[in-house]
């Protein structure tokens, strides 16, 4: 492929993504630099807007979903745009407040995988307590859209921000459980595996929530495309500093990890749909662990690893075996498309 | 096609699409129900949320645009998924305060096409003064999508709001220049007629703040996907009103009128870009017409009919020939898709 055109790698959320966006789309349209709005050209999950005439912040953000298989382990296309969208609305540090649901359907999609899909967005909406208010359906010609796309914008209202460049020298890094079940799970239904993995899709806005009366707080990213390692790179590269993680510390299921082995997929580097990372400073990070403990969805999470000093946004891993090496954000597109 | 599959029909922003969207989707993801928020089930252009604390309205909206050809007389898929979005929240009264632009990009894809769409968005946002905030990028592969698909969400801000369903009998209304410019523009350039009609895509939320020192504004509409038809009949069966409409003093470019009756399609069925519908008291109506025609793009107003009384909300259309017929919402799909 010439690199006139755009390439599959580019949509893996790593660096031929960046690349991509860097060289043809931010010189045009990157025009919201309001301080403290944070705009397209942060990448962080969402933007910033002031809400005049009050100490509070509007957070907007985006995401197109196109999942195969559609239904899947421990999910489907539905409850993965759902939890999404209030994902990167919650590690803003907003509450989530309202989504948006704009579907493009290809004419012949089955009705009935229509009706399972809204309704598992329905559903979920309604147990996350964020409505879905407005909407937009499309249907277009056959092999005009592979069955079907469903884009989820949200909005969401926050007094403090946790962007992803909030990093200072000596905050503990947490995640909030294992990593690596989205990816697998989606992999192993694709290519017929049976290894007995669920993909871990959820809302995280409550879970985020426990937080708010912990303090500290000072970075919190959700491991989606790219995984723990792409989130890692971006919170390290945003905040200027670098990280030093403990391998033996990131929580990873054996199922997860037995199959990364036998499909050469590393579990750091694929996506996770219902965890949040996030940086804290010291003395609160005992407090920020047993917060995030008290819930079911975060009994898991663990202290990975820390900010060593000012740096180059540097993600250094410290193996079980002693040796160290730098964790990098994946390039091209580890495996099949997984949100 | 069987009634368990998606059928085009239902995307023509007609009968079929309401059918559709009544049946499978809104019995589960219709839940903002918070008066006076305006939810999915409205159909109106966005949705409303209460600010609290504030006087305010979050107005919030989303689009999907695959346009073809993407570039086309008098615009673009990049000018067409701004303006679009602009408008939605124009329409319901809100001042448009930010975008989002979420892309899914077929490997292949010309990243010529990617940059002249991306600068086409980025140069409308700036000069509209309505930054593009948040985004997501995908790409998907070959035959995935047909191209690039662009999803444009938006935000505004607003203190009165004008709903599709605000019409009172004895109401004006007017349109704001002339109509079926941009669905005829689409028809030609793909099927490779030379009309030489333009469309009027463009941002209209400068011409639609010309209305707000008249007052007396009671219903306002963007007369898109099927057209002023579908629009006045929103407008007619949300307010529960009649509406008599003269067809004589509907303004259509005579280019529009030849190649429409040349075509077989109806000017009055066909989307436009850059154009409001909207109900005035009959008290204020002439000072709004005027506010109107000061702005070049509102020069072609007309006063087209006025709200008859209390009604089952019909749209009855005098023509220049004495007799009346009711003038329906477009049932199937009229052309190619158009926006």
New interface residues.
């Given amino acids: 492929?010439s690199?006139?055109?755009?390439?599959?790698?580019?949509?893996a959320g790593g660096l031929e993504?960046l690349k991509?966006?860097k060289?043809?789309?931010f010189?045009?349209?990157?025009?919201?630099e309001i301080s403290p709005?944070i705009?397209?050209r942060e990448m962080d999950d969402?933007?910033v807007?002031d809400?005049?005439?009050?100490e509070k912040y509007?957070v907007?953000?985006?995401?197109?979903h196109?999942v195969k298989p559609r239904f899947f382990s421990g999910g489907d296309l539905g409850k993965l745009a759902v939890s999404g969208t209030i994902n990167d609305l919650a590690v803003m540090g907003a509450e989530p407040?309202?989504l948006?649901?704009?579907?493009?359907?290809?004419?012949?999609?089955?009705?009935?995988d229509?009706?399972r899909i809204?309704?598992?967005?329905?559903?979920l909406?309604?147990s996350a307590g964020v409505?879905?208010?407005?909407?937009?359906?499309?249907?277009?010609?056959e092999?005009?859209?592979?069955g079907v796309?469903v884009?989820t914008?949200g909005?969401g209202?926050c007094e403090e921000l946790t962007p992803a460049s909030g990093l200072n020298p000596g905050d503990k890094i947490i995640v909030s459980g294992n990593v690596g079940n989205h990816g697998m799970s989606i992999v192993a239904d694709r290519e017929g595996f049976d290894f007995d993995i669920e993909s871990d899709v959820a809302p995280i806005h409550r879970l985020v929530g426990e937080l708010k009366g912990v303090g500290g707080i000072t970075a919190m990213k959700d491991p989606t495309r790219g995984g723990l390692a792409a989130s890692l790179n971006e919170m390290a590269s945003a905040s200027g500093v670098d990280l030093e993680v403990e391998k033996g510390d990131i929580p990873i299921d054996s199922k997860v990890e037995g199959a990364g082995e036998m499909l050469g997929i590393d579990p750091l580097k694929i996506a996770n749909e219902g965890k949040v990372v996030l940086g804290v400073e010291s003395s609160c990070a005992q407090e920020a662990l047993d917060a995030l403990r008290d819930e079911e969805r975060g009994k898991n999470s663990r202290i990975i690893g820390k900010c060593t000093e000012d740096g180059e946004g540097r993600v250094i891993l410290n193996t079980e075996i002693g040796s160290s090496r730098i964790l990098k954000t994946p390039r091209r597109k580890p495996i099949p498309?997984i949100c």
């Fill in positions: 492929m690199d006139d055109e755009v390439s599959l790698e580019a949509g993504m991509l966006l060289e043809s789309v010189p045009s349209i990157d025009l919201g709005k705009g397209v969402g933007a807007i809400l005049e005439g009050s509007l907007f953000t985006t995401d197109s196109l407040a309202a948006s649901s704009a579907m493009v359907l290809e004419k012949g999609f089955p009705r009935d229509l009706e809204s309704e598992s967005m329905g559903e909406a309604e409505p879905i208010v407005t909407g937009d359906t499309k249907v277009v010609g092999g005009d859209v592979d796309m884009n914008s909005v209202i498309r």
